[in-house]
């Protein structure tokens, strides 16, 4: 059993940026893929990046160039670096590990709201 949880989550000006931080409850094999979603309000949870055991990264169209997704194995950590946010960037953002020995897990979301 692995528990997920995020941190960094916030109010935040346009423009500016935050650091989501996802943390494993036990030791993660560098081998396993992570991942970041958000949902919105009314919409329905979208992937924004993943990370691959490999250190492979892909974005969503939304965010490329402005967000980051990275690990760090030895802290069993996943973090979202997000820059330049915007206002439609505001959702419940979700870590998720795809584990091929200890499974599919998710963390309990953290709120990230872009307003001025």
């Known amino acids: 059993q692995v528990q997920l949880v995020e941190s960094g989550g916030g109010l935040v000006q346009p423009g500016g940026s935050l650091r989501l931080s996802c943390a494993a409850s036990?030791?993660?094999?560098?081998?396993?893929?992570w991942y970041w979603y958000r949902q919105a309000p009314g919409k329905q949870r979208e992937l924004v990046a993943a990370i691959t055991g490999d250190g492979s990264t892909n974005y969503a169209d939304s965010v490329k160039g402005r967000f980051t997704i990275s690990k760090d194995n030895a802290k069993n950590t996943l973090y979202l670096q997000m820059n330049s946010l915007k206002s439609e960037d505001t959702a419940v953002y979700y870590c998720n590990l795809k584990s091929l020995l200890l499974g599919d897990y998710w963390g309990q979301g953290t709120q990230v709201t872009v307003s001025s």
């Open positions: 036990r030791t993660i094999f560098s081998i396993d893929d």
